[in-house]
């Protein structure tokens, strides 16, 4: 909103100039979204403890330590992303972007795909929620609508393309497939983040790892002299999502202040559904979805020992891991939680920075 409304004044007053620098409105946007948060976390807090009685369901079958530790604490805290991401970036973007637009609306959407789960799980006092099969059905729908836009958006030449990290110009056009592999990327990061929030403070730093790879990646493919020097997609317009990412930054830290150990509210799946549809869809606007496999590949893991876990389970009968998600494996076997929390985020910062190393090495 402030680079539409004061850009345009700019050759009357020449400080407005700033506003026309991606760096200057994504710094601002991580500022704002970090200020809101702080604002509005302790009185969201409070709101949801009146609310929720019963608060977040503990599962039984988890670490005994969780029974004692978590019981009372609140959840939905994601509430307090969405409103300070949607409200810094509408802010300090450009409200004629489509690509602004569309993340946002997947922000939204699967936010309230969440927020519906997270309340019928606080209302009936079980940890079901949404049933799942009609939680992937209104997934999958959302994504398909939002890559609608993106797609029209899109230069043609790439609109359908998969392009490869390490490689010199090796990219795969997918043509008709690439819509469903596109909806699989959101809906399958979504829910991996989703499988990651188990533990206080563990998939918000994560997330903001892959939100600061991805302002960097959406920075480099929206300009064009930078693309073509990293030999990456140049993606007209995907620039402006750097203030989105920085957004998301800034919402993250400022959540980790009431979420980091002991946490006083957790983000449910009104957070954890919402952050990583987000993620899902920067990583097909800028062509980088096998870089958010790599960014994000701790929400990978967490997401395979769920599904080797099952299979396992269902075939042999027998568990590979002491429980699944991957997180409360290492807790069964004796780490204290802080342990694990750290670790994984350590795990994250890694794979991170060999996400950015493949901008550059090709």
Known sequence: MLYNLLYPLSNQYSFLNLFKYLTFRTGGAIFTALIICFIIGPHIIHWLK???????????????????????????????ILISVCLSTLLWADWSNVFVWSVLGITISFSLIGFSDDYLKVAKNNSKGLPGKLKLL?????????????????????????????FKNLSLNLCWFYIPFAMFVIVGSSNAVNLTDGLDGLAIVPVMVVSFVFLIISYVAGHASFAVYLQIPYIAGSGE?????????????????????????????????????????????????????????????????????????????????????????????GWPELTVVVRFWIIAIVLGLIALSTLKIR
């Open 241 to 333: 999502l750097s203030v989105f990412c920085g957004a998301l930054i800034g919402s993250g830290l400022g959540f980790l202040w009431y979420n980091a150990p002991p946490a006083k509210v957790f983000m449910g799946d009104t957070g954890s559904l919402m952050l990583g549809g987000a993620l899902g869809t920067v990583s097909v606007i800028t062509k980088h979805e096998i870089a958010l496999a790599i960014a994000g590949g701790l929400f990978v893991l967490e997401t395979l020992s769920v599904i080797i876990q099952v299979v396992s389970f269902k075939t042999t009968g027998r568990r590979i891991f002491k429980m699944a998600p991957l997180h409360h494996h290492f807790e069964k076997t």
């Open 138 to 166: 209104l997934e999958f729908s959302c994504a398909f609508i939002a890559l609608w836009f993106i797609t029209k958006a899109t230069n043609e030449s790439v609109a359908t393309t998969l392009s490869f990290p390490f």
């Open 50 to 80: 009146d609310t929720q009685h019963a608060c977040q369901p503990i599962r039984e079958d988890g670490p005994e330590s969780h029974l004692k530790t978590k019981k009372g604490t609140p959840t939905m805290g994601g509430i307090m």
